[in-house]
């Protein structure tokens, strides 16, 4: 597990990338960000989630094939009621960009993604979020994707929420909540960090392999 400075410090990166920043971003290292329970305090669901890959796919209005990256991943309710499963994925690449899943992939690059895997339920990010009803019967099957923003992507962190109910207001160092730039309390959620490293440079992409840094949770 990674230690509290080096998760803060990469919290205060995404955050202040993010589209969601907000002013104290930029004291972010003078504010004491809270981590999350050491014990369930809400529910939680299972998140069993491969290492990231790259694929090639020529899509429509393309003259060249374009390298987009994915994770496939199964959640399921272990909790004791049904769920409501809002997948958040953001990539936090190594020059600092936060990127969105799924933003304007075609839909070729999902069926390629599933002819590749096999996956007869793998379902694309706009068909899984809903009820996620109990038991591993009743587990759904998902993928990630992103158009590879860089051929090198050297360290990288993958940021997953929508997995637990865990919440909680943010405060600045005088214990006062903080607010957004429109006034709106800002919300910590229990989010899943994953820390990947790939060595070597861009001139053989994709053949380099992907090796897992730390795999933690952050409030975010």
């Given at each position: 597990m990674m230690n509290a400075r080096f998760g803060n410090l990469v919290l205060c990166a995404a955050l202040a990338l993010s589209p969601?920043?907000?002013p104290a971003a930029a004291r972010c290292e003078a504010t004491t960000y809270p981590s999350p329970s050491s014990y369930p305090i809400s529910w939680e669901l299972k998140f069993d989630h491969t290492l990231p890959?790259?694929?090639?796919?020529?899509?429509p209005g393309s003259l060249t094939p374009t390298a987009f990256w994915y994770m496939t991943y199964t959640v399921t309710n272990k909790t004791d009621k049904e769920q409501v499963f809002l997948p958040h994925f953001e990539m936090l690449t190594r020059t600092g960009e936060v990127i969105r899943s799924d933003t304007n992939i075609p839909e070729k690059v999902f069926d390629e993604i599933k002819?590749?895997?096999g996956s007869q339920f793998l379902e694309p990010f706009t068909k899984i979020g809903g009820e996620i009803r109990l038991g591993e019967d009743e587990a759904r099957d998902g993928v990630a994707i992103w158009k590879e923003p860089d051929p090198r992507m050297g360290n990288f962190t993958i940021f997953v929420g929508g997995l637990s109910g865990e919440a909680v207001q943010m405060k600045d160092d005088s214990g006062q909540p903080m607010k957004d730039a429109d006034g709106n309390p800002i919300i910590?959620?229990?989010?899943?960090?994953l820390n990947y490293l790939i060595r070597g440079g861009d001139v053989y992409p994709g053949?380099?392999?992907v090796n897992v840094k730390s795999e933690d949770s952050v409030m975010r």
């Amino acid at each position: 597990m990674m230690n509290a400075r080096f998760g803060n410090l990469v919290l205060c990166a995404a955050l202040a990338l993010s589209p969601l920043a907000f002013p104290a971003a930029a004291r972010c290292e003078a504010t004491t960000y809270p981590s999350p329970s050491s014990y369930p305090i809400s529910w939680e669901l299972k998140f069993d989630h491969t290492l990231p890959k790259r694929v090639i796919v020529e899509t429509p209005g393309s003259l060249t094939p374009t390298a987009f990256w994915y994770m496939t991943y199964t959640v399921t309710n272990k909790t004791d009621k049904e769920q409501v499963f809002l997948p958040h994925f953001e990539m936090l690449t190594r020059t600092g960009e936060v990127i969105r899943s799924d933003t304007n992939i075609p839909e070729k690059v999902f069926d390629e993604i599933k002819r590749r895997e096999g996956s007869q339920f793998l379902e694309p990010f706009t068909k899984i979020g809903g009820e996620i009803r109990l038991g591993e019967d009743e587990a759904r099957d998902g993928v990630a994707i992103w158009k590879e923003p860089d051929p090198r992507m050297g360290n990288f962190t993958i940021f997953v929420g929508g997995l637990s109910g865990e919440a909680v207001q943010m405060k600045d160092d005088s214990g006062q909540p903080m607010k957004d730039a429109d006034g709106n309390p800002i919300i910590l959620r229990k989010t899943l960090q994953l820390n990947y490293l790939i060595r070597g440079g861009d001139v053989y992409p994709g053949e380099n392999e992907v090796n897992v840094k730390s795999e933690d949770s952050v409030m975010r």
